[in-house]
């Protein structure tokens, strides 16, 4: 099952440019965590936040997190064309194994 | 080594066939998962094995039968498929609550 949408679907930018996807998920988590796929292969994580968390950084990665609202943002600095790829927030657990759910994903297209 | 291999990376069979898609981690992480994605839509969860136990079956046809042989391994029995299972079949593993998972790359299966 789906845990909840990703907006925009598609986000098309130029190098240089920051590029924001949002998440919204449906029921109370533990932790979100954000991946990145390119051309259909392998997921590889960013990063994860915690439910007791407001905001983390990582590189250019800046990812907020509000449970009030249900939603989290993921927020690219400087984008590059390597950057291009389909990103996909995913609800976890906090013990035991990590049953992800998975958003709807956002494909991002950073043109040179 | 922080990688999970899956082999074959393509795979093409009949809808009578027997096939087995592979995952191997040497993480010693203790929790193996199989996702299915297919295209242009987020990965869907499809088992998970927990020290070596299945934990999680979500209501996935008998047509494919997870196998964990050891705390490395995982394999994806396939058997009498339909087309519409083509999909990329991913692999995970994660350690304990709270932590990231690392996916490979993937099969891609096509079941003609």
């Known amino acids: 099952s789906q845990q909840g949408e990703e907006d925009p679907q598609a986000l098309s930018i130029q190098e240089g440019e920051n590029a924001t996807m949002n998440c919204s998920y449906k029921?109370?988590?533990?932790?979100l965590q954000w991946y990145r796929q390119n051309s259909g292969r392998g997921l590889v994580h960013l990063i994860l936040?915690?439910?007791?968390?407001r905001e983390k950084h990582s590189g250019r990665l800046r990812v907020t997190l509000d449970t009030s609202k249900k939603s989290s943002s993921l927020l690219i600095t400087a984008s590059r064309a390597a950057d291009t790829a389909s990103y996909f927030c995913?609800?976890?657990?906090?013990?035991?194994?990590?049953?992800?759910?998975f958003g709807t994903g956002t494909r991002l297209l950073v043109s040179p | 080594d922080t990688e999970v291999t899956q082999t074959p990376k393509h795979l093409v069979m009949g809808m009578t066939n027997k096939k087995s898609l592979k995952c191997e981690q040497h993480?010693?992480?203790?929790?193996m998962y199989w996702y299915k994605q297919k295209a242009k839509k987020p990965p869907e969860l499809m088992f998970v094995?927990?020290?070596?136990?299945?934990?999680i079956n979500e209501s996935v046809p008998s047509r494919f039968s997870p196998e964990c042989p050891n705390s490395s391994l995982l394999n994806l029995h396939l058997h009498a498929l339909q087309p519409e299972d083509s999909a990329l079949y991913l692999c995970?593993?994660?350690?304990?609550?709270?932590?990231?998972?690392?996916f490979g790359q993937g099969t891609r299966l096509t079941v003609v």
């Open positions: 995970a593993s994660s350690g304990e609550g709270g932590t990231e998972a690392f």
């Open positions: 029921t109370s988590i533990n932790n």
């Open positions: 936040i915690r439910s007791n968390e």
């Open positions: 995913a609800t976890g657990q906090d013990t035991g194994f990590q049953k992800l759910v």
């Open positions: 993480m010693g992480h203790r929790a």
């Open positions: 094995y927990s020290y070596e136990k299945l934990s």
